[in-house]
């Protein structure tokens, strides 16, 4: 496919999220490696996927495993060298695959150079390069920030006698990027990794790079607009518009842009966590190729007005181009979240096959999940084993992340289910090893099977992976929209619910696309679709 500035290699993209932590341990430590996702590479390409996105690997204490980095410019020692990375990338390169770096540049760690010496005094060098200030009289914290994982975003530094700001864990201090020296540094970080033949970049929350520096409360988000999440999580009950969401973050990111501009084809998208109607703001000429939101990782309710609600704002942006995902390291497996008050670990292919072949049908650049392509439920990790804070700060009303971090299973009956020879981080439940990749392998009519014919049918339709996207009146639980490009149109009809339901079709002449999930068939009153089950035709 040609290159071009109105059709980039990234628009309808099928990217590939690695959680290196769990994924492939060539060493035996039982940790994921870079040398493992090495050894998994021709795997990663069977799938059909343009590229990859690496969760962060970048040298850190591991306090949020990776999302709290000690050197920008060097890799974790447990997950290998620069060497080994350099190698990553060659082998990636070789087969057609892209690689895409997860960068964390609002805050570092608290073991980073940067921090200890800024903690050290109020007149060192890099005394500025984080963002303190004065307790209040009483001794209290400045404002009433929350921290995205409870509790205030302040911790006291005694030997400043002031409070750091750190919008996740104490462990994560927040960088002041309206000092100058500071930005430059960051964004000499991202040069590093460009040189070093990276495709582009993830930026994690991309809108909380910049706060008010009078540091103004953030005011409350109003009672009646609250959904029941917001009431057992603090942190939702404010507007964050004064510790992130700043008109700064939008110069920060033209800059951070035109590093990446200097080289050629790079894709570079952010993930925005809080005030999603100002997306907008953030991409476009000069600032970001794309966002993806909260919208579908927080449904739980897989349901027509879920989807449709999300595109019909996004439409009404001009030249928007949504990166989407239903799964992530964040966020409870799709085949879980969409079957609320069922059994964690209950297997379902028919729903796991549905949500990929919806996906894959979305307008929007794909970040499909390892293990998403297996169909893996959420893991059920008891407390003993919980490394996740969240999970451990939450349990049992929510057992964190870690359920959806559970090593990659590639072998039924091998060893730690293939991860490698070492006992693994996380336990790996006995469902996964029943859905292990050569399981799948061996048998036509699997999830992993269905996946890569799906990505391949997204190739071969260039209205799939890039066309426009319209909406059509369907019956209640079903889910219809048309995708067009260039004169090719494809109707595209998803039975989300677990009832019959019966679609009119045009009056035109239409080839069915396969395979598809579920039973769905033409009879002599339109088109007859089984519970989840779907319906591609071209016309």
């Known amino acids: 496919m040609e290159i071009t500035r109105l059709n980039p290699w990234w628009r309808g993209a099928v990217i590939y999220q690695i959680y290196p932590r769990s994924f492939a341990d060539a060493n035996g430590d039982g940790l994921g490696d870079i040398p493992g996702i090495v050894s998994k590479l021709d795997y990663v390409a069977s799938l059909g996927v343009d590229a990859i996105w690496l969760s962060p690997i970048f040298k850190s204490p591991q306090a949020d495993f990776g999302y709290d980095v000690s050197d920008y410019c060097d890799i974790e020692p447990a997950y290998g060298t620069l060497a080994d990375f350099d190698r990553l990338v060659a082998e990636a390169h070789k087969r057609g695959l892209k690689l895409i770096?997860?960068?964390?540049?609002?805050?570092?760690?608290?073991?980073?150079?940067?921090?200890?010496?800024?903690?050290?005094?109020?007149?060192n060098p890099k005394a500025d390069w984080y963002v303190w200030a004065?307790?209040?009289?009483?001794?209290?914290?400045?404002?009433?920030?929350?921290?995205?994982?409870?509790?205030p975003a302040w911790s006291y530094w005694p030997e400043r006698r002031q409070y750091?700001?750190?919008?996740?864990?104490?462990?994560?201090?927040?960088?002041?990027?309206?000092n100058p020296d500071c930005a430059e540094a960051v964004l000499k970080s991202l040069a590093f990794w460009l040189d070093r033949g990276v495709d582009?970049?993830?930026?994690?929350?991309?809108?909380?790079?910049?706060?008010?520096?009078?540091?103004?409360?953030?005011?409350?988000?109003?009672?009646?607009?609250r959904a029941a999440f917001e009431w057992s999580h603090p942190p939702r009950m404010q507007r964050h518009v004064n510790d992130a969401n700043r008109p700064d973050n939008w110069r920060f990111l033209e800059a951070l842009c035109a590093v990446a501009a200097r080289y050629p084809d790079k894709f570079v998208f952010g993930e925005i966590s809080e005030e999603s109607d100002r997306i907008p703001e953030y991409v476009g000429e000069k600032r970001l190729d794309?966002?993806?939101?909260?919208?579908?990782?927080?449904?739980a309710s897989f349901t027509p007005a879920a989807f449709r609600s999300a595109y019909e704002t996004w439409e009404g942006w001009a030249g928007f181009h949504p990166s989407i995902a239903f799964s992530n390291h964040d966020f409870a497996r799709p085949v879980t979240r969409y079957q609320p008050g069922?059994?964690?670990?209950?297997?379902d292919d028919a729903l796991a096959k549905l949500a990929l072949a919806l996906l894959l049908a979305l307008k929007g650049t794909v970040l499909l999940y390892q293990g998403e392509e297996l169909g893996l439920p959420e893991a059920d990790i008891p407390l003993v084993r919980i490394k996740d804070p969240v999970g451990r700060l939450y349990y049992p009303l929510a057992k964190g992340r870690d359920g959806c971090r559970t090593p990659m299973p590639w072998q039924t009956a091998g060893r730690h289910a293939g991860l490698g020879a070492g006992e693994p981080w996380l336990p790996i439940p006995g469902v996964h090893r029943h859905m292990a990749v050569d399981a799948q392998e061996g048998d036509a009519g699997s999830v992993l099977h269905f996946a890569r014919k799906l990505i391949q049918l997204r190739k071969e339709h260039p209205a799939l992976a890039r066309?426009?996207?319209?909406?059509?009146?369907a019956p209640e639980g079903v889910l219809q929209f048309e995708r067009q490009l260039g004169g090719k149109r494809i109707l595209c009809a998803f039975n989300l619910s677990r009832r019959l339901a019966h679609l009119a079709l045009p009056a035109v002449s239409m080839q069915a696309l396969a395979p598809l999930p579920g039973s769905a068939e033409c009879d002599g009153e339109?088109?007859?679709?089984?519970p989840l089950s779907a319906f591609l035709a071209s016309f």
């Not at 794309?290 to 449904?299: G, I, N, T």
């Not at 069922?342 to 297997?347: C, G, I, K």
Request: a negative charge.
């Open 164 to 178: 750091y700001h750190h919008k996740f864990y104490r462990e994560q201090p927040k960088l002041n990027l309206h």
């Open 526 to 530: 339109g088109l007859r679709l089984e």
């Open 342 to 347: 069922q059994p964690l670990e209950r297997r």
């Open 101 to 123: 770096l997860d960068q964390v540049l609002s805050h570092t760690s608290n073991e980073h150079p940067w921090f200890v010496e800024s903690r050290s005094s109020r007149n």
């Open 467 to 473: 066309g426009d996207i319209a909406f059509l009146d």
């Open 290 to 299: 794309s966002v993806y939101a909260f919208a579908f990782l927080e449904d």
């Open 200 to 225: 582009g970049f993830r930026l994690d929350v991309a809108n909380s790079y910049f706060h008010d520096p009078r540091l103004a409360d953030n005011p409350a988000v109003p009672a009646r607009q």
């Open 134 to 151: 004065e307790p209040k009289d009483d001794g209290t914290v400045p404002n009433n920030w929350l921290a995205a994982f409870g509790g």
